[in-house]
């Protein structure tokens, strides 16, 4: 008899208590940096701009209980709402599993450490810039946070939803 799968590779997204779902986040912060989107062409583009909440050291949100009411443009992720959304690193966990793929061997549900995202090079420890310091965002794109880190690419096999 062989151990019942964790919870992301045997549920969907929709099926997960708010405990599975909070503890999907790993903690990179990738999602509370700046983004802007060109008017015309749609365009989208990441910053190294972090949001006003943003812990930069521990990559977590300084009032997460309170964020909607503190930065009103906080996106709140629901299942629902990552089906629509574009802008969601390609490490992120709840962008990994609506597809179908695994997570990775660095995501603190794997590897049981909550550094492990860091040791990765995932988060965006080391490398924001305050919202209130950066002055015009555009000065601030990068590209990095829309791709995987080398040391931190996923493996090939895919999950299987129960």
């Known amino acids: 008899m ?26 990179c912060g990738r999602c509370c940096l700046h983004k802007l989107r060109d008017d015309e062409t749609d365009r989208l583009a990441f910053t190294n701009v972090a949001c006003r909440l943003l812990d930069a050291e521990s990559c977590r949100c300084k009032d997460y209980a309170n964020r909607k009411r503190r930065v009103p443009d906080c996106v709140k992720l629901t299942p629902t709402r ?18 179908g793929q695994d997570l990775p061997w660095w995501h603190p549900l794997v590897s049981g450490r909550a550094e492990t995202v860091h040791e990765a090079g995932v988060s965006v420890r080391g490398r924001v810039v305050a919202e209130r310091a950066a002055g015009d965002f ?6 990095w946070p829309g791709r995987w880190p080398a040391g931190a690419r996923p493996q090939a096999k895919t999950r299987k939803a129960g």
């Open 2 to 27: 062989s151990p019942a799968p964790p919870f992301w590779r045997a549920k969907t997204l929709d099926a997960m208590t708010r405990a599975e779902w909070e503890s999907l986040c790993d903690g």
């Open 82 to 99: 990552i089906a629509g959304i574009d802008w969601l690193p390609p490490t992120c966990a709840y962008r990994l599993v609506r597809d």
């Open 138 to 143: 555009e000065d601030h794109v990068v590209t």
